[in-house]
C-alpha cells in the first residue's frame, strides 16, 4: 500500500515530450550549458514574481502532465527579460559569461545574478499522466545547472 | 557595450501553473537514474500498523527513498526562494503585451525585440533532500513484527503448524514463497537488498498447506534446528565445512521417519542459507542446493542464538561458565575451542555481575555503541558544513 513508484527517464518518453510540436518549440534561446534535452531549467530568485490574480478557473494548476489545456487556455505573461551579457555562442567553452547574468524587471529595476552548477544534480520530478487510480511519479529531467539571483533588485539609471 | 550586443531572452510567467517535485540527487542516485536500464525507485513509508509498531526516533512520519540496493530518507526543505521551473516559450504571448516590456525597458540595447523567451511553468517552495540517517537502516525491526513467530513446544506438534495430511517435503512452490516474500516486503520501508538481508538474518521462511505464511524461527527454535542438523550432519558424516548438498542434510534431519519432519525444509534451508559462506550464498530466490558453513561465523551464531534462548533478558542472566559449557555442547567437537566469549559479536551481551550474562537484541545494541557524545559531535561537524537552517540551528538552540 504505501508505495509509490518513481519511473526513471526513459529516453522514449523524451523523444515523445520533444516530438510533440506543441510542447515545445524548436530552439532553446538559452546559453548551451543551461539547455536540457527537455528544455527545462531551474531560475532561483530571491523574490516572488506578483501577477494580477486570475479568475478562479485559470489559478487552478493544470492537472499534472498536461502542459496545455485542452482548449489551450494556457497563457503567458511577459515578465523581464534574461541576459546573458558575456555569453558568446561562439565561444561556449569559456565559462567566464557564468558569472554575470540580468534579470530587468520594468524599466528601472535590474537583478543581477549568475550561472551556478548545483553541487548535488536535481532530479525534476511530476506525475504521471498515464495512471490514475496509482499514484505514480516520473522524473523528467535531471538539471545540473541554475540560474539564481541571490541579490535584491537594483535601480537602474535611465539613460 | 557588450550588454547592447548580447542575446536578451523574454522571460515569461505561464498561468496556469503545473505542478513539480525538486528532488536533490546523491552521486550514486544519480548515477543509477541516468544509467542505461535504470530501475523504477520506489518511494515507500512503512503501514500505519508498521509505524506504530517501529517507532523511529528520529520522525514520527517519513517516506524512505528505496533504490534496489540502497535506502534514503526524504527530508523536505523549505526555501525562502522562489525556484522556478523554466521551459522555452511556447509562443503564446502577444505582441501587444511584449510591447509593453520592450517600452518599459527603455535602454537601447533592451530596445531589440527579444528573438526567443523562456517561459516559468511551475514555481517550488521546497526542495526534497535525501540523507542517510547515522544507524543506516535495517529491515530486522520491521519483519520481526510482521513475520508470525515459529515457535512450537514440543509435544506440541499439531498446535498451529499443521503438517499431518501434507507431503512435508513440499512447501509452497518456489513462486509462492517469493510472492510471500514480496508481499512482505512491500510493507518494509526499506530497499529490497536491506528487506532481503534482514529476511536472512532472521532465518524468515515461508511454509503453510493452506494459507501460505512467512515465519521467523523463535532463537530456540532455531537452536534446536541447529541441533538437529549438527548431530545428522555427524551421523551421516556431511563436513559442513566442504561443499554439500542441503538435501542430504534435510535427509540426515529427517531419521528414519520420513512423514514427521521435526520442522519445515524450509526453515532447515533458512538456516543453511544464512550460514552458508557468504561468497557461496545463492540468490534468495534460487534455491538453495549446496551449501558450505564459514566456521567462524557459524560459531559466533551458535554462541548468540545459544544466548537469546537461554538468557534472553536481565532477569534470566546465566553464569558465564555455565553458558561456555552449552555452547560448546551445541558446536561439533573440533569447533568446541572456538567457543570464547571474546567471538560473540560487540555488544551482544551485558554483564549484572562478573560472573553472569545475558543477551542483548540487535536493536538496543545499536542505541548503546552509538555513544550520545559521538553523535553530537558529528552533527555539529555536520551543521557547520551544511547551508541547511534545519541543522544549523538545531545544535544551537539547546
Known amino acids: ?159 | 557595450m557588450s550588454t547592447q550586443t548580447s542575446r536578451s531572452v523574454l522571460f515569461t510567467h505561464t498561468q496556469p501553473q503545473q505542478s513539480f517535485r525538486l528532488l536533490e540527487l546523491p552521486p550514486d542516485l544519480e548515477e543509477l537514474l541516468t544509467s542505461k536500464d535504470a530501475p523504477v525507485i520506489k518511494l515507500k513509508s512503512p503501514s500505519s500498523a508498521l509505524a506504530q509498531a517501529v517507532k523511529d526516533p528520529a520522525a514520527q512520519e517519513y517516506v524512505n527513498l528505496c533504490t534496489p540496493t540502497k535506502t534514503y530518507r526524504i527530508r523536505q526543505v523549505m526555501s525562502s526562494n522562489s525556484i522556478h521551473i523554466l521551459q522555452p516559450s511556447l509562443g503564446q504571448i502577444s505582441r501587444d503585451d511584449i510591447k509593453v516590456v520592450e517600452e518599459e525597458a527603455g535602454e537601447t540595447g533592451a530596445l531589440n525585440l527579444p528573438d526567443d523567451s523562456v517561459t516559468t511553468i511551475a514555481n517550488c517552495g521546497s526542495i526534497l533532500e535525501l540523507h542517510i540517517p547515522d544507524g543506516g537502516f535495517s529491515a530486522v525491526p520491521f519483519l520481526e513484527k510482521s513475520l508470525r513467530l515459529y515457535d512450537p513446544r514440543s509435544g506440541d506438534d499439531d498446535g498451529d503448524m499443521a503438517m499431518d495430511d501434507s507431503n512435508p517435503d513440499e512447501g509452497p512452490s518456489a513462486t509462492q514463497t517469493q510472492e510471500a516474500r514480496e508481499k512482505v516486503c512491500e510493507d518494509v520501508p526499506v530497499s529490497t537488498a536491506h528487506c532481503e538481508t534482514g529476511w536472512l538474518e532472521l532465518c524468515a521462511f515461508v511454509y503453510g498447506d493452506q494459507e501460505v505464511s512467512c515465519w521467523r524461527p523463535s532463537a530456540r527454535m532455531r537452536l534446536s534446528v541447529w541441533k538437529r542438523l549438527m548431530e545428522g550432519a555427524l551421523l551421516q558424516g556431511i563436513d559442513l565445512q566442504k561443499q554439500f548438498l542441503v538435501g542430504d542434510l534435510w535427509k540426515s534431519v529427517l531419521d528414519d521417519d520420513v512423514s514427521a519432519p521435526p520442522f519445515p525444509r524450509a526453515l532447515l534451508e533458512a538456516l543453511a542459507r544464512r550460514l552458508c559462506a557468504e561468497d557461496q550464498r545463492p540468490a534468495l530466490s534460487e534455491d538453495i542446493k549446496w551449501a558450505c558453513f564459514d566456521k567462524e561465523e557459524c560459531t559466533r551464531w551458535v554462541g548468540e542464538i545459544c544466548l537469546a534462548a537461554t538468557a534472553p533478558t536481565a532477569s534470566s542472566a546465566v553464569g558465564r561458565s555455565e553458558f561456555l559449557q552449552v555452547w560448546k555442547d551445541c558446536l561439533p567437537e573440533s569447533w568446541r575451542a572456538d567457543a570464547i566469549l571474546s567471538k560473540l559479536p560487540e555488544g551482544s551481551y551485558q554483564s549484572p555481575n562478573p560472573t553472569t550474562m545475558f543477551f542483548v537484541d540487535a536493536s538496543q545494541r545499536k542505541q548503546i555503541s552509538k555513544a550520545p557524545a559521538a553523535g553530537a559531535a558529528a552533527a555539529k561537524t555536520k551543521a557547520k558544513t551544511t547551508r541547511n537552517w534545519h541543522e544549523l540551528l538545531k545544535n544551537s538552540k539547546r
Not at chain 1, 36 to 58: H, R
Open chain 1, 1 to 159: 500500500m504505501p508505495s509509490i513508484q518513481l519511473h526513471p527517464t526513459s529516453l522514449k518518453s523524451a523523444e515523445t515530450t520533444t516530438s510533440n510540436p506543441s510542447s515545445l518549440p524548436a530552439s532553446n534561446p538559452l546559453p548551451q550549458l543551461l539547455q536540457t534535452p527537455s528544455g527545462l531549467a531551474i531560475l532561483e530568485l530571491q523574490a516572488t514574481i506578483n501577477l494580477p490574480t486570475f479568475e478562479s478557473e485559470d489559478d487552478q494548476h493544470a492537472s499534472p502532465g498536461s502542459p496545455l489545456n485542452s482548449n489551450g487556455t494556457t497563457f503567458e505573461t511577459p515578465v523581464g527579460k534574461l541576459m546573458f551579457p558575456d555569453y558568446s555562442p561562439l565561444n561556449p567553452d569559456d565559462t567566464k559569461w557564468m558569472k554575470r547574468v540580468y534579470l530587468y524587471v520594468g524599466r528601472y529595476q535590474r537583478m543581477t545574478g549568475e550561472v551556478k552548477k548545483l553541487p548535488k544534480p536535481l532530479a525534476v520530478l511530476r506525475k504521471r499522466s498515464s495512471s490514475e487510480n496509482t499514484e505514480e511519479l516520473e522524473v523528467v529531467e535531471i538539471v545540473r545547472y541554475k540560474v539564481f539571483f541571490k541579490n535584491r533588485p537594483e535601480p537602474v539609471n535611465n539613460i
